[in-house]
């Protein structure tokens, strides 16, 4: 499915570079298009319209051409090798991680929402910097993040066997949207 997703973004991501390289050259040949259509004439009669037009047919060029590269040689989801051995590696994925991180979040008292989270790897051990978003008025801080930082190890090294060697948490206040998932 990843495969059709990412082919129909680069069929659209070609079709609109060929669109805007076509009007980028209009700008400067319009007897280009004036021999095809007349309805748009009234567009590219003034050079100050078509100076225009042409800039934004040079963005969604320059876009397009972002947008192709980033499909055919995007950088693939980040892993985190979290053991080695002689019989083979295990790795978690960033997405999962995250996951865990803001499930986890959630169900703390207050409930946060983990709004960045910065993973490295440390080892064999991870490090996650994360901004935590939750209503500071209803819970003493330090004891929510010594009880989140001791949950969070606890899940990771409980049910994943990882470690974490550091855990940075800064808080911020959230509104009425922060609930329990």
């Known amino acids: 499915m990843r495969f059709i997703f990412a082919l129909i973004g680069i069929l659209f ?14 700008v400067f040949d319009p ?33 397009s051409f972002r947008g192709v590269f980033l499909l055919m040689f995007g950088g693939k989801e980040r892993l985190f090798v979290v053991r080695r051995d002689e019989h083979g ?5 960033r997405s999962t991680l ?11 008292a207050p409930a946060a929402t983990v709004s960045s989270l910065k993973i490295a790897q440390d080892g064999a051990a991870l490090k996650i910097s994360l901004l935590l ?7 003493n801080l330090r004891d929510y993040t010594d009880k989140f930082n001791s949950d969070l190890s606890a899940y990771f090294k409980d049910s994943m066997g990882i470690d974490l ?6 808080a911020e206040t959230g509104g009425a949207e922060i609930s329990a998932a």
């Open 98 to 108: 995250e996951h865990i991180v803001s499930r986890i979040a959630a169900d703390q």
């Open 13 to 26: 991501d070609i079709i609109i570079l060929a669109l805007s390289a076509l009007v980028i050259y209009t």
């Open 165 to 170: 060697s550091r855990l940075d948490v800064q």
């Open 133 to 139: 978003k939750l209503d500071i008025t209803k819970c």
């Open 89 to 93: 590696e295990l790795t978690v994925s």
């Open 31 to 63: 007897k280009f298009v004036f021999d095809q259509l007349d309805i748009v004439k009234p567009y590219f009669s003034d050079s100050n319209m078509r100076m225009q037009i042409g800039i934004v047919a040079l963005v969604f060029f320059v876009f």
